[in-house]
Nanobody
Framework: QVQVVASGGGLVQAGGSLRLSCTAS????????LGWFRQAPGKQREGVSC????????VYADSVKGRFTISRDNAKNTLYLQMNSLKPEDTAMYYC???????????????????????WGQGTQVTVSS
């Protein structure tokens, strides 16, 4: 059974940092472009960052550019999201997912396109206080 789990979330003060991790079992992550998405109550799920198979190409939503860094360790079958200078508006449930459609990291209006991503992981909650 394929299982994808995000972890590392928590409560942090504005300006603080968190590092999220995403691991998978029954699936080799280096076969896929990977993405981080987030969703806050009452809002649509938005793509925040994306990384290609090799790790050499990364993209970020305008809202997190310069503050977040996506990376992957294929030897550990793990995806990461380093989040610095966190803001209250970053508060959301964060999910990782695989690009099953092979569309890559497509940006539209400053955000990563969600269509084509699958194997949604168990989300991890990030809460940033004022």
């Amino acid at each position: 059974q394929v299982q994808v789990v995000a972890s590392g979330g928590g409560l942090v003060q504005a300006g603080g940092s968190l590092r999220l991790s995403c691991t998978a079992s029954g699936l080799t992550l280096d076969s896929y472009t990977l993405g981080w998405f987030r969703q806050a109550p009452g809002k649509q799920r938005e793509g925040v960052s994306c990384i290609r198979r090799s790790g050499g190409s990364t993209v970020y939503a305008d809202s997190v550019k310069g503050r977040f860094t996506i990376s992957r360790d294929n030897a550990k079958n793990t995806l990461y999201l380093q989040m610095n200078s966190l803001k209250p508006e970053d508060t959301a449930m964060y999910y990782c997912a695989t690009d099953l459609a092979g569309l890559g990291c497509t940006m539209v209006n400053g955000s990563i396109v969600r269509v084509g991503f699958g194997y949604w992981g168990q989300g991890t909650q990030v809460t940033v206080s004022s």
